[in-house]
């Protein structure tokens, strides 16, 4: 159970809050928060689980109270994005630490412990965000770190030759290369804590501190798509961002994203195009944009030869978030 400090019906004193949004899968937001009590159950540190309820209408909030009764509810009455659900806690929390979780998380034993304990330790005060070890359902590792983006690499990464295996193949091989730093791209063996760039955002713990001093998450999307950004706004005051090893969660991975009834992919271009609109020459931004835009226009040509309807749409959805950013510089 939580174990938070009270005073006059308040409360005045927590080490950690956990802040979970629900998504597509009722059943996973549950596993998440049972996994949640399950490794928090004897704890020796304060702390609270806030879950939003972003799925106006359906019921989730009065299901959650019935099986959590100790948790937190946010209950949307529209739906918002990532980081508006999220910069509500960090805006409004108290405690020292917060957690931002995506709801298809397993926490494993230790992880918090061996988190907030990594965090604690002086020679670590300067370490702002912290991503444990993220693993498939079936024990695989799932890459989590990253440089901060290119615009070469947006543009391969928005065209769909990433995903082909023989472009897979060859930057497997040119990474070492092109990026020899460990952590610094997603091909390494992710065997040790260390510094990076930015992170993959599923699991990721925040000294309250540092986010108070650097400001939230820009609101840009409806996924996660702003952590670049952020991570860079965090070295820019001087805090770290961090790899740690010693932490273990389990990470289904894109539940809501891999909803081909949302179809969400467009909204990750709009983070990378937030993160060069922040600090590139217009000139260059302008070309980028323009360049995007060609892209899109010709994979929806190629939709329309193929008569793939779901390939035009999706096209046109990129086209457009190329278009808005040329219209916002």
Known sequence: MPVEVILNGELKSLDIEFSVVSGSSEEM????LESLESTLSEADFS??????????????????????PDARIIDNTIPKGFAANHNVILQTSIARYVW????????LPHAVERTTAFLDRPENAKVAVVSPRLLNPDGSLQPSTYSFPSMPQILVAHSGLRETPLVD????????????REGSSRYWAHDRTIEVDTLRGACVALRMSAVREVGPMSEVAVVGAEEPEWHRRFKQFGWKVVYLFEATVIHYGSQTVADGSRNLYPEYLKGALHFFRSDRRAATYTVFCLSLLGLFQAKRAVAWIRRDDQGKDTARRYSEVAREALTRQ
Do not use: M, Q
């Not at 702390?47 to 209408?57: F, L």
């Open 29 to 32: 937001l549950f596993g998440c």
């Open 47 to 68: 702390w609270r689980v806030t879950v939003t309820c972003n799925t106006p209408g359906s019921g989730l909030a009065a299901r959650i109270r019935a099986r959590f």
């Open 100 to 107: 931002l979780l995506n709801d298809d998380l397993v926490l």
């Open 169 to 180: 193949s060859l930057l497997r091989r040119l990474a070492p290369v092109l990026r020899p």
